[in-house]
């Protein structure tokens, strides 16, 4: 009896591993079967070189998520996913998933690989200083790849050229400000000489009034002595006359005084 039921549990386990086998099985088939469909759409967007085709992107991206929601700890499905991200330039979603892979892989090329593209997701992002690092921290892992190289020659040269190109900017903003404050200096200067010029013409108003009001001074002057002399002349002769009158009157006097004695 114990003999049976032993055989009767050996049974039942065998059983058991056979189903979770089964289960594990047609889970793992229906993983490979959303990531066989997401690499479907992904080469299909990929055949069309006249432009990125971003809807066939995205549903590989579905498809993507679909399979590392069954097994999230696939390395090489969120590759496929951030690339997928990456063709739909949502580049700062891909370079989060890029340096995600970095961090769990402890293989030193595929560490290499995922650091290469988070620096391509930075460098289309114009992040150049954030993608130099990881361009750099991409070749200590894997120090031969050309491609690498390649893109951390190209964001450095960017990066020089922004450095150019503010220097420009901020020596010709230097520029405009000396050109203002030189166009505020000349301007101050037309200021200063209107106003100069204004006061002259100023002055000279008020002098001719001075000159005007002295003539016109001058001229009462001149005609009030005028005045003056002609009544001065006229009291003379009226005390001429006055005088001739009065020896007319006398000399009449002494004539008929003269009469009288005669008589």
């Given at each position: 009896m114990?003999?049976e039921?032993?055989?009767?549990?050996r049974h039942?386990?065998?059983?058991?591993l056979l189903?979770?086998a089964?289960?594990?099985?047609?889970?793992?088939?229906?993983?490979r079967?959303?990531?066989?469909q997401?690499?479907k759409?992904?080469?299909?967007?990929?055949k069309?070189?006249s432009?990125?085709?971003?809807?066939q992107?995205n549903k590989?991206e579905?498809?993507?998520r679909?399979?590392i929601?069954?097994?999230?700890?696939?390395?090489k499905?969120d590759?496929n996913?951030?690339?997928?991200?990456?063709k739909q330039?949502?580049f700062?979603?891909?370079?989060?998933?890029?340096?995600?892979i970095?961090?769990k892989?402890?293989d030193?090329f595929?560490?290499g690989?995922a650091?290469?593209?988070m620096?391509?997701s930075l460098?289309?992002?114009k992040?150049?200083?954030?993608s130099i690092?990881?361009y750099?921290?991409?070749l200590?892992n894997?120090?031969?790849?050309l491609?690498t190289?390649?893109?951390?020659?190209?964001?450095m040269?960017m990066?020089?050229k922004?450095k150019d190109?503010?220097k420009k900017?901020d020596k010709?903003?230097d520029?405009?400000?000396?050109k203002?404050?030189?166009?505020?200096?000349d301007?101050?200067?037309d200021?200063k000489k209107d106003q100069?010029k204004?006061?002259?013409?100023k002055?000279?108003?008020?002098q001719k009034?001075?000159?005007?009001?002295?003539k016109?001074q001058?001229?009462?002057?001149k005609?009030?002595?005028?005045?003056a002399?002609q009544?001065?002349q006229?009291?003379?002769n009226?005390e001429?006359?006055?005088q001739?009158?009065?020896?007319k009157?006398?000399?009449?006097?002494a004539?008929s005084?003269?009469?009288?004695?005669?008589?």
């Amino acid at each position: 009896m114990e003999k049976e039921n032993n055989k009767i549990m050996r049974h039942v386990k065998l059983l058991i591993l056979l189903l979770f086998a089964w289960v594990t099985t047609m889970q793992a088939q229906n993983e490979r079967k959303f990531i066989r469909q997401g690499n479907k759409y992904y080469e299909a967007a990929m055949k069309d070189t006249s432009k990125p085709d971003t809807v066939q992107f995205n549903k590989a991206e579905i498809e993507y998520r679909k399979a590392i929601e069954k097994k999230p700890n696939e390395a090489k499905w969120d590759f496929n996913l951030a690339d997928a991200l990456y063709k739909q330039n949502k580049f700062e979603e891909s370079a989060e998933k890029f340096k995600g892979i970095a961090e769990k892989t402890s293989d030193k090329f595929e560490k290499g690989r995922a650091l290469h593209n988070m620096g391509n997701s930075l460098l289309m992002n114009k992040k150049l200083d954030e993608s130099i690092a990881a361009y750099k921290e991409a070749l200590r892992n894997n120090p031969n790849d050309l491609d690498t190289k390649y893109n951390l020659l190209y964001a450095m040269n960017m990066k020089k050229k922004q450095k150019d190109q503010k220097k420009k900017d901020d020596k010709k903003k230097d520029q405009d400000k000396d050109k203002k404050k030189d166009q505020n200096k000349d301007q101050k200067k037309d200021q200063k000489k209107d106003q100069n010029k204004d006061k002259d013409q100023k002055n000279k108003d008020q002098q001719k009034q001075n000159q005007d009001q002295q003539k016109q001074q001058q001229q009462q002057s001149k005609i009030s002595k005028q005045n003056a002399e002609q009544m001065l002349q006229a009291l003379e002769n009226s005390e001429k006359k006055t005088q001739e009158k009065v020896k007319k009157v006398q000399a009449l006097k002494a004539q008929s005084k003269n009469v009288d004695k005669d008589w």
